[in-house]
């Protein structure tokens, strides 16, 4: 599903990434841990196409993205890529349901066959009486189930999370775990994590370990 090869980045003098090399097969859930730093969150925003390498290669579903120009990476985002942050990233003056289709409205999918998808999600994510609510409105949990949503609004290839977990109470956070698993289960949705959150890294298929740039386990 996702093969990165050899990447590298740099922000001035500040070699970030050292020559990152990964592989995560489709339906696997991934998570990615490591002290502050160590590069994590840059090689997720690399992978989620949001930055580029200064080196490397990267094939997502066989498409090679590295070299994919502007135009052409931005859609390719919207329609492979869900994502899932630790403050939600809602729009405050839209509902639940009206974030949750954002991503179907970017690729100009029909306003009723949006919607409709949309609240299939969020039905099935136990949002169905809380669609017309603004982020305002909502629960934290109720804020990232419907980033979920929107993260799954156009049956993308993978979601990358950083720290979904991070701005959650236990209870909220276990739910959100589970909800990952049962993602993983029935859907055979593909997920890498950046976390620091060592319950949902123990719960995932595999944990990718870094440190300085590199990987160092994995």
């Known amino acids: 599903m996702i093969h990165v090869q050899e990447i590298k980045k740099s922000f001035g003098s500040l070699e970030v990434l050292k020559g990152i090399d990964l592989h995560v097969a489709s339906g696997e859930i991934v998570s990615i841990v490591g ?8 090689l997720l925003q690399i992978i989620g196409t949001l930055d580029r390498p200064d080196s490397g290669n990267i094939r997502i579903r066989d498409t090679e993205i590295s070299s994919m120009e502007e135009r052409k990476l931005a859609a390719f985002r919207n329609r492979e890529i869900g994502f899932v942050f630790q403050f939600h990233n809602l729009l405050p003056e839209f509902t639940a349901l009206e974030n949750v289709c954002i991503p179907a409205f970017i690729c100009n999918t029909p306003k009723i066959k949006a ?3 949309a609240a299939e999600l969020l039905d ?21 189930r419907v980033a979920v949503a929107r993260a799954l609004m156009n049956n993308p290839a993978v979601i990358l999370a950083d720290e979904p977990s991070g701005n959650l109470d236990s209870e ?37 370990t870094m440190r300085d740039g590199l990987i160092v386990a994995s």
């Not at 002290?35 to 840059?42: D, E, L, M, R």
């Not at 136990?126 to 629960?139: A, G, I, N, T, Y």
């Open 35 to 42: 002290p502050s730093g160590a590069g994590k969150t840059t």
């Open 115 to 117: 919607e409709k998808r």
């Open 124 to 144: 099935y994510l136990r949002l169905s009486d809380r669609m017309e609510h603004k982020p305002s409105e909502l629960s934290g949990g109720e804020k990232q």
């Open 172 to 208: 909220n956070q276990r739910e959100l775990h589970q909800l990952f698993l049962k993602l993983r289960d029935e859907f055979h949705q593909t997920f890498v994590i950046v976390t620091h959150d060592t319950t949902l890294a123990t719960l995932s298929d595999r944990v990718i």
